[in-house]
């Protein structure tokens, strides 16, 4: 399924731009998995948010133009016939009815001339709304691009979980056997074969978790990519490695950064949209001059109606000013006057958010890493005390419970580092879409 658009080349070219500046080379390549790759490059072509931006992108544009329209005049033809009858009784002497009939050809404009810039005022607001509608619609490019990656990380790590948890079922069933082995031997109670079954069991019950978030991590890339679950199934239902997480992240912040964030952008623009809508009311105290003309040609036969005799024209030249309108403009300069203050407190809100993501990106992530490496040495000491612990219990020398504790602590500890992994990607992710930060192999 895909949505397919007949658009200018000039608007293309826009958004073409957009998601270049998006891809910045295109940084989920450095994950260097080509399944990630053709899931932003479907999600590029086919997602249904995506698609509505273009459409308020392209609905901007022609507000552009319309407003341009108005320094332009506005030209009509016509062509009639017409047919009227007059009553003798409507003056006091009454006379007789008369009927007149004619054909007519003819040409009207009407002009406003932009005497004093409102039209030109018009057009920059709506230009302003023209610019924040494709920011709009290049961080929307971000968004997508960075949730298909982010929820493309969290299937990679459930699946890596699957196969742990399936490594671990197999190692659990070692040890019930050898629990059932010595119960028959009469060297252990079945107290023990209990307990093992319980680790076994339990986690083989894990299993169905773990599917069901696979199976609606699938549907959600599914719908962000614009298309069925099923086609997605034969991509990503067989598993894969979790993708490189070893980069360097050059996390130097800086202004000028922040400012070309799309959304920072976007709340710029509209403080320019509302700065002319601004404008704009103030110029409704302003006379306004318009200029009306017709011409063309009356006859009551077809044949005289390009004749001199049957030439007509009208030139209406009008300075129009309102002198009172019962300070119905005070009140719409005081609104779009407010309006204009509430953008600029947006923006700021806007600035303030991004710098307060990007901190929270950039701890976030250092905080990931030093978890997940972390985490690897619990893991190594788990590994070490099940060993330990099922060798003992082999000799006779510790409880059944000890190897029971050791499993469940071994598997909690395995899965948390795949889980940890999981979480740098996607701190790795979040970083590209606060700040789109450069990286370095």
Known sequence: MKTKYILPAIFMMLISTAWAQTRQSDWWAHFDDPVLDTLIYMGQNNNLDLAQAIKRVEMARQAVREAKSGYYPQISLGVGWDRARTS???????????????????????????????????????????????????????????????????????????????????????????????????????????????????????????????????????????????????????????????????????????????????????????????????KQWLPSLALTASVGTEAWRLGDLFKKESFTYAVAPQLSWTVFDGFARNAEIASAREQLMASVDNYNLTLLTAVQEVENAIVTYAQAVKYEQEIGVVLQNAQLYYTLALDRYKQGLDAFINVSDAQITLLQYANELVTARGSVLSAIIALQKTLCLGITD
């Open 88 to 282: 003798g009784y409507t003056t006091r002497a009454t006379g007789s009815s008369m009927t007149q009939s004619y054909f007519s050809v003819g040409a009207n404009l009407s002009w406003e001339i932009d005497l004093f810039g409102r039209i030109t005022v018009k057009v920059k607001e709506q230009k302003g709304a023209y610019r924040a509608s494709a920011e709009d619609y290049t961080w929307m490019c971000v968004t997508i691009a960075a949730e298909i990656a982010d929820y493309y990380m969290q299937l990679r790590t459930l699946q890596q979980e699957l196969i742990v948890t399936r490594e671990h079922i197999e190692s659990q069933e070692k040890v019930l056997k050898i629990t059932e082995a010595r119960k028959d031997a009469g060297l252990a109670s079945m107290m023990d074969v209990a307990q093992a079954k319980t680790t076994f069991y339990s986690t083989q019950a894990s299993l169905c978790n773990l599917e069901t978030e696979v199976a609606t991590t699938i549907n959600a890339i599914a719908v962000l990519t614009g298309t069925y679950p099923q086609e997605m199934q034969g991509m990503l239902s067989a598993p894969a490695p979790q993708p490189n997480a070893e980069w360097t992240l050059d996390t130097d912040v800086s202004p000028e950064l922040l400012r070309n964030r799309p959304d920072v952008r976007e709340a710029e623009y509209e403080v320019e949209e509302y700065a002319a809508a601004l404008g704009v009311e103030k």
